[in-house]
């Protein structure tokens, strides 16, 4: 496995790539590997000769500080990872390489009500600060495609709505969520919950399976309440549960608003912060 630090190096290895015509394959990342980025990893060398991995834990996204002193970090343990999954590029660069004070990276772009709920009311600046990273690795590494993770249904729909306005020619690949034997979904910020808060918070799949069984007999705010209720029951503070059209990501209200249905949550167990989603219904023709 190659790994690059520098902007430079990492784009004459690309340039080279593709002048012999091989396909480039790209998955960013902050690293604190699992196996759910393991499996964007493998879809993506599934497609293309060549597939890069950035690790960057990208400051511009933290809304709170003490999430972003606290994200795990082991360089070390994550090239062994991506080493073993065969993974060709690891790009590691520093904050300087993707910041240099002389370029501006922020994004003029606007993407309506995509921004504005569920993680975008409750993480402030979030979005602005992934959609500037993921543009700017965009530019850097410009694969033929990205392999974005469905656990973040919210930024791979962003994302899959800047490539549209951008016209480019990179497509979007969203993969499914991994999640451990109980069903919590795999995260790096599950290595922060202490194991008896781990084992509790499986909750948060039988609130989305709960959802999911009931969708098309109960009203929906029974079924919201119904999950809320269980979160708190273990001990979790939800921030939302909600049940949105999947491709708008606005709240429905009824069963019948929409043929793609998601339920999305956010809940604090102590001071870690968990998200999960699942799709309680797809009849899109
Ligand atoms: P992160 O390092 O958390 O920014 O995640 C990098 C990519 O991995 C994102 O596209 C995530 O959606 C994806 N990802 C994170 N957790 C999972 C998971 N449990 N299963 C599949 N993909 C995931």
Known sequence: MYIFKKVEDLQEFIAA???????????????????GHISLIDASKKDNDITVC???????????????????????KDAEMLGLAETEVLFAPNVQEIYPPDLK?????????????????????????MVQVVNRLLEIVRPDAIYMGQKDIQ???????????????TKIVICPILREDHGLAMSSRNERLEPADREKAKAIHEALLKAKE??????????????????LSVGFKPEYFEIVDGDSLQSISQYSDSKYIVACVA???????????????????
């Open 155 to 169: 930024q791979a729909a962003i994302v899959s709505n800047m490539l549209m306005q951008q016209k480019s020619a």
């Open 267 to 285: 809940a604090f167990m102590k001071d870690v912060r968990l998200i999960d989603n699942m799709i309680l219904r797809n009849e899109k023709a």
């Open 214 to 231: 009931n969708i098309s007999t109960l009203d929906l705010d029974t079924i919201k309440k119904q999950a809320q209720d269980h979160l």
């Open 54 to 76: 950035s690790i960057f834990v990208n400051p511009t996204q933290f809304d709170n500080t003490d999430d972003l002193q606290k994200y795990a970090r082991n360089l070390p």
């Open 17 to 35: 790539k593709k002048e012999k015509g091989l396909k480039i394959g790209f998955v960013p990342t902050m690293g604190a590997l699992h196996k």
């Open 105 to 129: 990276t922020e994004v003029n772009l606007k993407f309506g009500g995509l921004t504005t709920v569920m993680e975008g009311r409750f993480r402030i600046g979030h979005f602005e600060g």
